[in-house]
């Protein structure tokens, strides 16, 4: 015999080439398992790796005694008679391998301590028999399944099955054994085998599972076990709630990294999405969307920067207005550039794949859904309404009487002035004064009731699946009628969808089809219906005693006209239109197991139409005429009304073909490879006519009034000079062809490498050679640790972690390397046609490319109770668009270089958590899941400018609103005024900067001096305070799911935090052409100034200035101010705020946290049991109750302002987001 004795010690420096970072995450993992391990975990710890070929007992025990050190005892001549053997493992216990090894040679072995002693088996062991079994594997209509997974239980012994479905597996040493059979899509299988000459396994397909365990980027179908990128799959069925209308509403708060942005409560308005911060200035700034593999573009072309605007509300709609939620099976989200760069430069912003319901194997299933949903309107009792009552704006009225402030040119005289200038004038008596005065005291309009309403809306879907597993099938049709707060505003919905799945031996063909009909109904927005019924004051009556409509004066800007605010929403209309459809089929043959080909077209098109009417009895034709309707000078629209006609048709098509290659190269099945190469061609057309008709007749069957325009020369003047009033016609083409590829090597299901690379060329890009082709490439990598280095650690079910580094690109499609003209009609002063400048020439401009790094870990413990992933990316934009203002010599005003650099950064993490489960035991039992999710993003922008800010024309306005790009900065940063207190003496406002001479310190600076010497921006950011970003910083929700027996409940909570807004402007009526503070007698008043400063010692509790009297506030105005014609040295106005008043609005004491909590749902369902549904003959039904946007925290200083839809800036009062109930009901049969 031989013995070695060599000390065993566990090579931990495999670990030192990993991130840091993970690697203490690792040493925890592993200082907690050593000690809850038990006494045989030094033997689990002798992990091998050999491989070695016709060598003999004595050989192997000899390599395995180097690896392990440990010692071998044995008998030499015993073994000489044994043979040799081929043998090959990776990362296998020594005990393992000892026992899959030993029995075939009749030998057995025991350990003790660091000895291996190897003997003959014993009598009763060495009469044992080895199994060789075969078998096959099919599912229920008997087709083989290839790449079946079969494992025995107990040992880390398998097979998988070959291209017919049939398998062999040799198992040593045992006489019978239980078998797991496991395949994506189906239901694991557990075999007892005891003997039988073959297998036949049937496995029974599981939807759910499928929907569970597959990652759809578009391109691929990918195992998550093997995804390396950053993706987040979502399924539709757990974000879909009753009293939301389209998928990206229902994404609030469940996509960690995704910022969601809501600036309006109307019906049909379109959300603002964010995955992972902003990556250009210029171009948009949204996601792509996806839908079953074909990219989807918006129906109307509406200019990036105008989506970008965070004040603009898009009712037009965006790429999957169309679509049905019911429809949708599964959301896949492509956060990385690894995830995103098969899409190339369209890309840049992140991926949203939708893929929709298919047929299930089995009988037909017909399924009814219905819904309806009740939403509240807005009262003056919420606290969101934080304005004056008819009393409170009496009284406010008459203090600005008592301190004998001047009042602007009243267009109306009402409430409290209008009885006190009639008795001035001697028209009425006191006593008349006093009961008129009373009568405007009580008369309380209630604004919200006369334009709003509480609404209900309707949805209602009707799908038919089934099939086989040679034809598969979903059909749905759906119906919505939605209908909003503001009275006439509505939306109906007309959806149809159409799935089929044929397969015929190596052929599989799809066919899908979606279709949809959208008509909305609003009020114009320059009608204004919320801003209206928030700042006009309850003092003003609608009607008259007859019931008749009351009128009253309003400024036109050159006139007065009668005005009603009821009259103006009868005689003005905002109608869509919208259709669109989508057909899609593709073509896959299957050459072998490993080779399949695939082929893709689709074709799509879009027409909407958007009509704005005003009519002849609109205040808005008013303001067209200029005199009174029954006047005669009607040179500005002689008769009818104008009708702003806007049809936008959109064409496109893609055709994909790709070779895709799957297959395991060795026996052993450890090395798996997985490819594709493909190329693609798509075209996307928008014809558009943008037209304005004056003198429309809408009540007359839609005519046009015939005019004399010899007569009327303003009007022939304006349809001579606006290119609108003969129509101007778009046509915009863009055509794209690309190439890709993608790689993927996997070992033995631990370690996977990855690496994607498209080529994109198109007629939008640039003219030199370089910029013509945008290659976006991507490697990435997972590491399986649990199945790697913690095999045996039970509590921990996997661990693993993803990297990525990639390019992601970006270019605009309105830039160009020529000069490109709009041909305009022909000028009646010069008799020739006109051209405009669309585009200035701008070859030089290069790409904008992104930088993409991710690193994610992965992680499932104590047997999937918990669930999680921690991420943290970076994204570097480099050479960024920005506009440049140049001379207007050149036709354009703007110009787009290459001069800014946008960094994004953050961290991602979310869990799912199962707290209670006893449903696992017990059908009746009860279960609570949880799942928190968190994303926080840091944004920033900086360039190669030597000032402060990246753009070379700024106003102090752009520091205001955030629309100025700030070296340092994140994007849509904003300042303001630094408010020092009010004046002891009359309760004015002061500021830094309001006084020319301030105090630092003990130091007395004279600001005019010391601004004379900086640039513009150097004096608007020494003047005013950095306040943050309009845009939040961190989000995220947290999921509760509880079910107890057929009850299931679901609460959805969703926050936000980091971004700051303003509190609503309190002095949005100063006049300062007639020297005033006061209001219009029509206007209303925050009731802020109920606790307004009165007298000297009030500003120690108060922060709201007086009432002061004509003459104090004449020199807080304008042409009083020290600053206001203020020009530094080089003669650039560095003028820094309008008036006192404005500075107050935008001081930091009127900014405040926009962070939130909201309740975003909560649903209560109940399933019908089995014997209930057999007496109605139907298979399923459940009816529930949700309400959404239930209540949100925030900050007290708001009073109510809704931080998610008006954060004080904008200019304009949006619609809160209302809460809505909702019932629903789903019924199969």
Known sequence: MKKKRIDTKFDYRILSRKNLLFMKFVIIILVVTCLSARANVFSQRMIVNIDLQDVSLNQLFKELSKQTRCDFLYNHTLLKTKGSLNIKASNKPLEQLLGEILPGFGLEYFLDDNVVIIRECSKSTDEKKSLTINGRVTDEQKNPLPGVTIIVKGLKVGTSTDVNGKFKIYIPGVEECTLFFSFIGMETQEVKYSGKDSLHVVMKESSEQLEEVIVNTGYERIDPRKTTSAIQSIKAEDIVVSGLTSIDQMLEGHVPGMIFMQNTGQIGATPRLRIRGTSTVLGSQEPLWVIDGIVQENPVDVDPQQINDLDFVNLLGNAITGLNPEDISQIDILKDASATALYGAKAANGVIV??????????????????????????????????????ERIDFSRELIEKRVTYPQVTSWMGYEKPLRNYWSGLISFEEMQKEVGYYESVNTDWFDILMQNSFSHKHTLSLSGGSSALRYYVSAGFADTRGNIK?????????NINLTANYQRISIRFGFNGNVMKKKYTPNDVEVPKYAYETTRALPAYNEDGSLWFYSKDTGY???DYNIINDVNNTSQDIRSSGLTVTASLDYQFNEALKASFTASYSTNNTTQEIWHGENSFYAEILRRPQYNGTDKNGMPFGGELQYQNTERYAYTVRGQINFNKTIDAEQKHLITSSIGGEVSSNQYFGLDQTFRGYLKERGKKMAGTDLSEYPYFEEWKGSDPKALGVWTDKLTNMASTFATFSYTYNNLYTLNANVRLDASNRFGSRANEKLAPIWSVSARWNIKDDLLPYTKWISSIALRGSFGYQGNMLDTESAKLVLTRGGLDPNFEEYESYVSSYPNPNLKWEKTESYNLTLDFSLFKGRINGNFTYFYKNTKNAFLSKTISAINGVNNWVVNQGTLKNQGLEGSLSLTIIDSKSRNANGFRWTMSPNIGQIFNKVSGNSKDQTLTNEI?????LDGSVEIQGRPLNSFYS????????????PMFYGSDRYQYVGNQKVDLLKKYQE???????????????????????????????RRFSVSLNLTYSFGSKIRLLKMYPNVNSDFNTIAPQPTDNVRKEFLSRWRQPGDELHTNVPGIVSSSEFTSTLNTWMWWYSLKNTNGESIKFAGNIWDMYDNSNLRTVSGDFVKIQSLSIRYNFPDDICKQLRIKSAYIGFTGTNLHTFCNKKLKGQDPATQDGIAPTINMSLRPTYSFNLNVSF
């Open 354 to 391: 939708i893929t929709t319901k298919k047929g299930k194997q089995g009988p037909p299933t017909l399924s009814y859904s219905l819904s309806g949903s009740f939403m509240r309107r807005p009262h003056y009792s919420d606290n969101s309404v934080y304005m004056m009552n008819s009393k």
């Open 488 to 496: 006439g505003e509505e939306n109906k919905q007309y959806t149809a």
């Open 559 to 561: 006139a007065y006209r």
């Open 955 to 959: 106003t102090y306005s752009g520091f």
């Open 977 to 988: 005024y630094k408010f020092y207190g009010l004046n002891a003496s009359n309760g004015l």
């Open 1014 to 1044: 900086l640039s513009p921006s150097e004096v608007f950011t020494d003047v005013m305070e950095y306040s943050g970003t309009r845009v939040p910083t961190l989000q995220g929700g947290v999921q509760n799911s509880l079910s107890w």
